[in-house]
Every structure is written in C-alpha cells, then in structure tokens.
C-alpha cells in the first residue's frame, strides 16, 4: 500500500510569496491532517478533514492559510502572503474512519517551507 | 489547553538501554503514543498504548504508564546506532480528538 505522499520535499520562498503544498492520502483513508512543526519546537495541529469536510479547524495560525480537500482526495494547504514565522515542516497525516479505539495516523515525510 | 513535556537530548553508548521519558496534563488522554523521526523522513509510529493499560511491550520496546503521575515513558533495549532519531511522544486527547505531541528527544547512540 502506498503511503501518505507529500509534495513538494522543501520550498524555499520569499516573504509575500505564495506557496502551495500538497498531500496525498492513503487511499480510503477518510481522515486526513495537517500539523506544522517550527524549528525544534512540538509538533503543532492544524486542521483535520474528515472527506472532504473540515472536521477542525482550530490550530490554522491566521486567515493566511487555506486548506482544501476537493472531493475528498488529496488535499493542499496554501500560504499566501508567506511571512517569516510560516517557516517550518508541515506534516500531512491520513488514518482510516473509526467509532473508537486508536486513530493511529500515517504520517507523510513532511514538506519543508523556508521562508526568506 | 493539554500539553505534552519531553527533554530535547539524550545520548547513550551502543547496547546500553534508553529512557526517553514523557509527561502530559491531558486528564481525558485515551492512548499515548510513540513516533519516531529519522532524518529527511515522515513520522513513524512505533508503538502506542492505552491509557488503562501500565505497560506495553514490543521486541526492543518496552512503554510504561504511569496515569497517576501522567508519566509515560519509552524503553529500548540494546540500543542501536540506527535507532539514532528524534522520538515523539503524544497524546489522543478524548476531549478534542487530536494527537498533541511533545517536543521530540533526540537520541543519539554513540558507537
């Protein structure tokens, strides 16, 4: 089974730029999630999709950022203007519906956003 | 809001036994769980646990909880030089469904 795929690897951007980034789930995973890391600090929550609904959207830092989830596949996650303090890995992480028990969520290999 | 505590470094030598220990104030944490990090790659999870349960082993891994103290800690044993990652620790929270992860430790094994 293929994993969680994220595109792209690093972006490097200038401050007031536009950069968009991509997740591609596991397929049937019903679930899919952001989360941002900024240099050596704890893995930050984003949002959450359930399908292509937002399920949680209350770790988006400002209105600078977009999530979609057209049609309940892949989804992206665009920042625009950029600023500095957006510089970080973002993580997209997919998992499977379930009433209860462990949502053990895959993790993609992060996209790494610089900002200059 | 919940929290997850980690110390950032810990090194061993190789075939020794690491600690990487966690601590969380989530009072309606449902499982915990361990990820770990290599360099240029996702998160993997390792393991994870549920919070009525005091001890999960798996191989090398060895988790323990301690729900009172809401400590929870992660034992390898024989640690390896790949085994050399940042591990993450982190919380399903049944309040707000969401993993709140730690800092990450960065365990280096020195040959």
């Known amino acids: 089974e293929a994993g969680v795929t994220q595109f792209p690897s690093h972006s490097v951007i200038e401050k007031g730029q536009t950069v968009t980034l991509r997740c591609d789930p596991i397929?049937?995973?019903?679930?899919l999630y952001w989360y941002r890391r900024v240099m050596g600090k704890e893995i930050k929550f984003l949002l959450h999709?359930?399908?292509?609904?937002?399920?949680?959207e209350s770790g988006m830092p400002n209105n600078r950022f977009l999530a979609e989830r057209t049609g309940g596949t892949y989804s992206t996650l665009k920042v625009q203007p950029a600023e500095l303090e957006d510089s970080g890995v973002y993580f997209c992480?997919?998992?499977?519906?379930?009433?209860?028990?462990?949502?053990?969520?895959?993790f993609g290999a992060g996209s790494r956003l610089t900002v200059l | 809001g919940e929290d997850v505590e980690q110390s950032l470094f810990l090194s061993v030598r190789e075939g020794d036994s690491s600690v990487i220990n966690c601590t969380y104030t989530?009072?309606?944490?449902?499982?915990l769980y361990w990820y770990k990090q290599e360099p240029g790659a996702g998160l993997q999870l390792l393991t994870y646990i549920f919070s009525n349960m005091d001890m999960k082993q798996d191989q090398r891994l060895t988790v323990l909880l301690n729900k009172k103290d809401k400590h929870l800690s992660l034992r390898i044993a024989d640690t390896q030089t790949g085994d050399s990652a940042i591990y993450f620790c982190a919380d399903l929270s049944s309040n707000t469904g969401k993993l709140i992860f730690g800092q990450g430790t960065t365990l280096q094994v020195k040959p």
């Open positions: 397929s049937g995973h019903d679930n």
């Open positions: 989530d009072s309606s944490s449902t499982y």
């Open positions: 999709f359930v399908k292509e609904s937002k399920q949680d």
């Open positions: 992480a997919s998992s499977q519906a379930r009433a209860s028990g462990a949502n053990v969520l895959t």
